[in-house]
């Protein structure tokens, strides 16, 4: 059974960093568009960053522009993503999906097939 994994989160002061990675199973995502996503408490789903089948292609949301970076290793079947300088408002529970209908990257959540259980990112300021 196909399945993605997130692993990274945790507890950091407000100007911290923290990796987040996203490993896959049970098939290859390496031609999947996949895209990070997170939601605060009380909030609703929202897109953080996307990346391309080959890494060729990104796009971030404003609010972590400059800060944040996407990346792929699909030799590994892995996404990451590097946070910079964060802040209290980057609290959330992050989530990895994969499109497995498209090589390129979508901000809708409701394009994904592919979710993982999510990690939870806190910063304290």
């Known amino acids: 059974q196909a399945r993605l994994e997130e692993s990274g989160g945790g507890l950091v002061q407000a100007g911290g960093s923290l990796r987040l990675s996203c490993t896959g199973s049970?098939?290859?995502?390496?031609?999947?568009?996949m895209s990070w996503f997170r939601q605060a408490p009380g909030k609703g789903r929202e897109f953080v960053a996307g990346i391309s089948w080959s890494g060729g292609v990104t796009h971030y949301a404003d609010s972590v522009k400059g800060r944040f970076t996407i990346s792929r290793d699909n030799a590994k079947n892995t996404m990451y993503l590097q946070m910079n300088s964060l802040k209290p408002e980057d609290t959330a529970v992050y989530y990895c999906?994969?499109?497995?209908?498209?090589?390129?990257?979508?901000?809708?959540?409701?394009?994904?097939?592919?979710w993982g259980q999510g990690t939870q990112v806190t910063v304290s300021s």
């Open positions: 999906a994969a499109d497995a209908f498209s090589q390129g990257i979508a901000t809708m959540g409701t394009t994904y097939e592919y």
């Open positions: 049970g098939r290859t995502f390496s031609s999947d568009g």
